[in-house]
Structures are given as structure tokens and as C-alpha cells.
């Protein structure tokens, strides 16, 4: 949503947040999350709704206001760090922008690097290329 952000890549990102959260296999979000359940004899629904209420950055929720054609996006369709589900979500919420997807999954995506790199140059060639010149400032003439 800032203004002055005109072009946006985003790797193996999605959202809602808190189903990324609930649903990863990452080892240190299972951890947080079954213990935030257990210590407040929460269940894993209840977990949800509540961080749906707090979180107010949400990435799902923001897309709307940045442009589609301004966003690259990396999905990674094996990836279970950040559920491809939610990366598609996200991807959906933005309008469906470009996107590079791989059949990686969230560490393994590592290895496509080289290509997406290829596809980030492109794209940002491509949209700076489509930003207005300033005009350059020439000499100023005196008045005869």
C-alpha cells in the first residue's frame, strides 16, 4: 500500500495469514500454534478466528489495492512451509498476476533461483521501462 512501491515480487507468500499458520509444516509455527491452543485451551478453530480479528496486515487482505500488473509472483505447487493453497489464495486476491510456478517445493524452490531470476529482470526491465521520464532540465535561456 505504499505509494511510492511501484513494482512488487513476491516469493512463496500467501495468506490469510492465519490459515499459513495453521496449516504449515514448519516445525517452530506448529510449536507457537499448539501452544498458544494449549494455553489458552483454545481449539485450532478458535486459534483461527482469533488471529483472523488481529491481524490487520494480512497480505490477502491489502491485494486489492496494489495493482495486478505490478506484481511477479513465485508459487511453488509441493510446498508445505507455506501451504500452496494459501500461496494461491494470495495470488487470486491480487487478480491473478504474473506468476512463475514451480513444481518445488518451499526450500527445493531454491533450484528454479536461476530462471525466476531471468523472469525478475525481465519484469522489472519491463516495468521501469513503462515509468515516466522526468524531463531532463536543460539550460535556462536569458530573455533578450
Not at 123 to 142: C, R, S, W
Request: aromatic residues 8%; positive net charge; proline residues 6%.
Amino acid at each position: 500500500m505504499e505509494p511510492r512501491v511501484k513494482v512488487h515480487v513476491i516469493d512463496l507468500a500467501g495468506g490469510p495469514l492465519a490459515g499459513v499458520m495453521r496449516s504449515s509444516d514448519e516445525l517452530g509455527l506448529r510449536r507457537d500454534w499448539n501452544c498458544i491452543r494449549r494455553g489458552h485451551d483454545l481449539t485450532s478453530k478458535q486459534v483461527y478466528e482469533d488471529l483472523q480479528d488481529v491481524i490487520r496486515t494480512d497480505p490477502v487482505k491489502l491485494a486489492p489495492y496494489v495493482a495486478r500488473d505490478d506484481v511477479l509472483m513465485l508459487i511453488a505447487r509441493f510446498d508445505h512451509s507455506v501451504p500452496t493453497r494459501y500461496q494461491i489464495r494470495l495470488w487470486r486476491a491480487f487478480g491473478k498476476p504474473r506468476a512463475d510456478f514451480v513444481l518445488l517445493g518451499h526450500y527445493t524452490s531454491i533450484l528454479a533461483l536461476p530462471a525466476h531470476r531471468l523472469s525478475i529482470m525481465n519484469f522489472l526491465e519491463e516495468k521501469f521501462a513503462e515509468q515516466p521520464q522526468h524531463p531532463v532540465v536543460g539550460t535556462v535561456q536569458a530573455k533578450k
